[in-house]
């Protein structure tokens, strides 16, 4: 399936990726790189992550701590918030 990234949560990549950025180069790479690995993945099997509210799933990162909020439709994927954990649980619902 194709996976499609709102605007809100283009920023919040963006601005995660610019803290990564001053700690550290590779740090941000690596970012980069997981987030990239859990859009594949998401793509190719959404129903195996969990549902999370209504019908928006869950896929948490592995070495970073962010999650990934997201709904399926018929022909894609649309990720609603990259979102740190540390963050206010639920602060992207208002996006459905």
């Given at each position: 399936m194709k996976v499609r990234t709102s605007s809100a949560a283009e920023l919040e990549i963006?601005?995660?990726l610019q803290?990564?950025?001053q700690e550290s180069?590779?740090?941000a790479v690596d970012f980069m790189d997981e987030l990239d690995?859990?859009?594949e993945l998401i793509g190719r099997q959404p129903t195996l992550y969990p549902l999370y509210f209504e019908d928006v799933r869950v896929k948490q990162l592995d070495r970073f701590?962010?999650?990934?909020y997201f709904s399926i439709g018929e022909d894609d994927v649309?990720?609603?918030s990259v979102a740190h954990t540390s963050r206010k649980p639920d602060f992207w619902i208002d996006r459905l």
């Open positions: 963006t601005e995660s803290f990564y950025f180069l590779d740090a690995e859990a859009r701590p962010f999650s990934i649309y990720i609603l």
